[in-house]
C-alpha cells in the first residue's frame, strides 16, 4: 500500500484513559452508485471502504462470544448493502451514514459489543482517472450521535441517517408484529433482513439477504418469533408514508433476494454471534 493511501486511525482512550482495542475492516471494494456527473448516476464505479472500529473487547477474549465483540463478517455485508442501496452522491453523505449506522445501539435481536468511536474513509479511485486519488476520513464517537426512533404499529422505525435523496433506517418488528403489505410509487425500497425467524410476503427469510422492491411494488413483513426481529432499510428517497395497506400477505410476490452474509458458521460451541452473555 502507497504511504499517501495508508491507513491511521487516532488512539481513543475510554472513560478511565486506557487505550480502546481497535477492530478494522480495511479495503472493502464496493461497485456502487456515488458521484454528482450524469455519468456517476448510470454507471457503478468502485468505492473503497476503511473502518476502525473503538471498542472494549475483553469481554469478548474472556466469555469467548461473538455478541461481546463485533461480528465483522456481518459488518461488512452490512456496510457493502449500505453503500449499494444508498445510491449517495458525495463522499461526505457515504462516510457520515456508514458512521452513523456503526456507532448505532445494538438491538436485542443482534447483539454485540456497544462501539464507543469509529474512524471512517471512503477513497475513490477512479473519480480523477489516475490523476490522483480523492478520499475523505472523519471520525465520530458514539455520544455525538442521537438517533429518533418512532412507534409504530409493528414495533419501532429507528431513523440512523436521513439525506439527499436517500435514507437509512431500522424496521424493528415486535414479537407477532407485522409490517402491513403496501406498495409505494413514491419510492424505492432496499432491506436487508438483521434478525432470524422473519417472513417476507408470508414466506421464511434466512437472516443476510437483501430485496430490493421496486417502486409500486408490495410488499410485507411479519415476525412469528417470540423476540424482535429487525429489517435495515434504505428508502430512496428517504421514508414516505405508503397510500395504503391490504389486509394480507398471501398471493404476494417475492422477488430474488441477494444474501450478504457469509455462510460460515462457528464450528465450536457457544460462539454464536446470536448467543447472549
Known amino acids: ?10 488512539v481513543v482512550h475510554d472513560t478511565q484513559g ?30 473503497r471502504l476503511d473502518v476502525a472500529l473503538f471498542l472494549d473487547t475483553r469481554n469478548a477474549a474472556t466469555g469467548g462470544r461473538l455478541a461481546h465483540t463485533v ?11 449500505l453503500l449499494e442501496a444508498c445510491r449517495f452522491e458525495l463522499l461526505e453523505s457515504a462516510v457520515e451514514a456508514v458512521s452513523r449506522y456503526l456507532l448505532a445501539p445494538p438491538t436485542s435481536d443482534v447483539p454485540r459489543a456497544q462501539v464507543t468511536a469509529a474512524t471512517v474513509r471512503v ?16 471520525h465520530r464517537t458514539a455520544d455525538e450521535m442521537h438517533y429518533a426512533s418512532e412507534e409504530r404499529s ?3 422505525l429507528d431513523i440512523i441517517h436521513e439525506g439527499a435523496g436517500y435514507g437509512v433506517y431500522r424496521l424493528r418488528v415486535k414479537p407477532g408484529g407485522r409490517v402491513p403489505a403496501s406498495a409505494n410509487t413514491a419510492m ?15 414466506q421464511p427469510v434466512e437472516r443476510g439477504l437483501a430485496f430490493h422492491w421496486p417502486r409500486g411494488f408490495p ?59
Open 18 to 47: 486506557r487505550p480502546l482495542d481497535v477492530i478494522e475492516l480495511r479495503g472493502l471494494t464496493v461497485d456502487c452508485i456515488v458521484g454528482i456527473y450524469n455519468r456517476e448516476r448510470v454507471q457503478a464505479q468502485p468505492l
Open 154 to 156: 409493528f414495533g419501532r
Open 188 to 202: 424505492e425500497e432496499s432491506e436487508l433482513m438483521l434478525g432470524t425467524g422473519l417472513r417476507a410476503q408470508g
Open 219 to 277: 410488499r410485507s413483513y411479519e415476525n412469528p418469533t417470540g423476540q424482535e426481529q429487525t429489517v435495515l432499510s434504505v428508502y430512496r428517497p428517504r421514508f414516505l408514508e405508503a397510500e395504503g395497506a391490504s389486509a394480507s400477505a398471501e398471493g404476494l410476490p417475492l422477488i430474488t433476494g441477494t444474501s450478504y452474509y457469509p455462510h460460515d458458521e462457528p464450528a465450536a460451541p457457544g460462539l454464536s454471534a446470536d448467543k447472549q452473555p
Open 1 to 10: 500500500m502507497s504511504a499517501e493511501l495508508a491507513f491511521h486511525p487516532p
Open 71 to 81: 461480528n465483522y463478517g456481518r459488518l461488512a455485508g452490512e456496510l457493502r448493502f
Open 123 to 138: 477513497i475513490k479511485p477512479l473519480a480523477l482517472h489516475g490523476l490522483a486519488v480523492p478520499s475523505l476520513q472523519v
